[in-house]
């Protein structure tokens, strides 16, 4: 990362290949995605063909091993990806979904045949995934779910609808989350596999939102969608364990997102403000805001320092929930309000949509949200008092 935040140190956790990997990646984003997010963005979608380059380049699926298609690389190359995305604000861009949340699943659960079948053409970027948890009717409380699995022979019949499904539009391969056994609660819940073209899988609405205008967020409908038992993410009535097992990796993801974006913002914020006239000298010259912006380097500065270990922790293996929990938590909340203080700072401009700082506030509120509210991980470390 080239901020001015970064003191001359070098990031303790990411080697000399990771930073190879960055300026490589980093050339297609510039190349393949920074001249087109805007027209994705009314159009409300990223085209296929940008994920296929990226599978065809490698940039895709880092930590899948050599044999399903992947580099076979440690989650160092996979968080550059998301910091190269963050640095730009390309937000519609969701490869750390398919790539860091959704190919773990199967990696970690699938049979080796589902695997062998699933796993090279998500790494290619033939086959993009989304993860299905949330309905209308239930989002925080998981164990809530109302879509069935109802096993008949070698087969099992899905019944529901899903709402707010990133790559929604999109994923040739959603992992369902659904109860085989209704009545068991968590221990009810099971991930199930269906591929686009399923009988009875079909899509909603490409819905709008106030932000993230790139990424295709849909509706999913199920009406009894026949899927062989082999399309079983993991053990039956045990989803609800394997949730808990990966969601952590989703909520680092999150926190880096976050971290890299308000650090770019603030060297954009430092950049206007130093160029911008008023009152016979720049808005960076009024101390007001040159304090501000002084309190946002320290801060931001604390928690990189505080995530890298956290990421550093999490490469070996000894990331726990609660701290994963916490890293969201503050990296979000940070990131709503220094984006904040650094519209305020653009003034009429930060409002227009044609300022990446602007984009970057609407696109930064949904990390409160998603992938556990701010409340939820408040209630996770709450657990551990
Ligand atoms: C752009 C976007 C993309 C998304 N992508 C996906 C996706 O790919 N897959 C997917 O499955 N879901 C996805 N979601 C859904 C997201 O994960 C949920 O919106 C989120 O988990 C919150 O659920 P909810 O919206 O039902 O809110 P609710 O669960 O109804 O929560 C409402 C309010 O109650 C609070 N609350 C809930 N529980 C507690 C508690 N225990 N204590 C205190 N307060 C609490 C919440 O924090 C919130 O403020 C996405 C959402 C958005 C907006």
């Known amino acids: 990362m080239d901020t001015a935040l970064r003191s001359a140190r070098p990031r303790a956790v990411l080697t000399s290949e990771h930073e190879a990997f960055r300026a490589q990646f980093r050339r297609f984003v510039e190349r393949e995605i920074v001249p087109h997010h805007r027209d994705w963005e009314r159009a409300g979608c990223v085209p296929r063909e940008v994920w296929r380059k990226a599978g065809e380049q490698g940039f895709l699926c880092p930590t899948l091993p050599e044999e399903y298609g992947g580099a076979g690389a440690d989650f160092g190359f996979s968080a550059v990806v998301v910091e190269e995305l963050a640095r730009v604000n390309a937000s519609g861009v969701a490869f750390q979904l398919h790539s860091d949340i959704v190919v773990p699943y199967v990696l970690a659960y699938a049979t080796e045949e589902r695997k062998r079948a699933w796993l090279p053409r998500m790494a290619f970027g033939e086959m993009i995934g989304a993860i299905a948890m949330t ?21 099992y019949t899905i019944n529901g609808s899903k709402t707010f499904i990133s790559n929604g539009q999109n994923a040739g391969l959603v992992i369902v989350v659904c109860k085989t056994d209704p009545e068991a609660g968590r221990k009810g819940v099971s991930l199930i596999a269906v591929e686009e073209g399923t009988p009875g ?19 999913l409908f199920f009406e009894d969608v026949r899927v062989p038992v082999a399309n079983l993410i993991g053990e039956e009535n045990g989803g609800f364990r394997h949730l808990m097992h990966q969601l952590p990796q989703e909520r680092l993801i999150i926190a880096i997102r976050a971290a890299t974006n308000m650090e770019a913002m603030l060297e954009e914020t430092i950049a206007y403000t130093k160029s911008r006239p008023v009152f016979g000298q720049t808005v960076f010259d009024f101390q007001v805001h040159r304090f501000k912006l002084a309190e946002a380097k320290a801060e931001i500065g604390m928690f990189r320092v505080y995530l890298d270990d956290c990421l550093a922790r999490h ?13 969201k938590l503050l990296g979000t909340e940070m990131q709503n309000k220094w984006l904040d203080a650094f519209l305020q700072m653009h003034g009429g401009y930060g409002y227009m949509a044609e300022y ?15 992938g556990g509210s701010s409340e939820v991980m408040k209630e996770i470390i709450a657990r551990t008092l």
């Open 135 to 155: 309905e209308p009717g239930m989002g925080s409380d998981l164990k809530a779910v109302r879509a069935t699995a109802r096993r008949d022979g070698d087969h």
């Open 201 to 219: 899988f079909t899509r909603g609405r490409n819905l709008e939102k106030i932000g993230l205008h790139a990424q295709d967020t849909s509706e």
């Open 315 to 327: 490469m070996q293996g000894e990331l726990s929930g609660e701290e994963a929990a916490a890293a």
């Open 356 to 370: 990446a700082i602007g984009r970057a506030w609407t696109d930064a509120r949904v990390g409160r949200i998603y």
